[in-house]
């Protein structure tokens, strides 16, 4: 599977933007998918995440209520759409994919990376 994301951009705080991750390959309906993110001089962290099995969701608690993660089998994509955007939500955004179905926050478990897309929020 490859995976590329896209939609970063520059955007004013309390904006939105929808980043989107393209898959090649079969099977991508069979993928638990994910986003993550990092931020200039920190770790990679867990954004969010949807389950192939039953479309189960998981958020990180400083996105909940704000990012929405979906998907389109039929397009083989995934997306995020994120508003009311923050200045620290300010990262490189990567999309990712778990075949095993272990899945979830744990980055770890998922073997499949996209080249990552800037996002920028100015106060």
């Known amino acids: 599977v490859q995976l590329q994301a896209y939609g970063g951009g520059l955007v004013q705080a309390g904006g939105s933007l929808r980043l989107s991750c393209a898959a090649s390959?079969?099977?991508?309906?069979?993928?638990?998918m994910a986003w993550f993110r990092q931020a200039p001089g920190q770790a990679r962290e867990f954004v969010a995440s949807i389950r192939w099995s039953d479309g189960g969701l998981g958020y990180a608690d400083p996105v909940k209520g704000r990012f929405t993660i979906s998907r389109d089998n039929a397009k083989n994509t995934v997306y995020l759409q994120m508003n009311s955007l923050k200045p620290e939500d300010t990262a490189v955004y990567y999309c990712?994919?778990?075949?095993?179905?272990?899945?979830?926050?744990?980055?770890?478990?998922?073997?499949?990376w996209g080249q990552g897309t800037l996002v920028t929020v100015s106060s």
């Open positions: 990712a994919a778990d075949r095993s179905g272990r899945g979830g926050s744990y980055s770890g478990f998922y073997e499949y």
């Open positions: 390959g079969r099977l991508f309906s069979r993928y638990t």
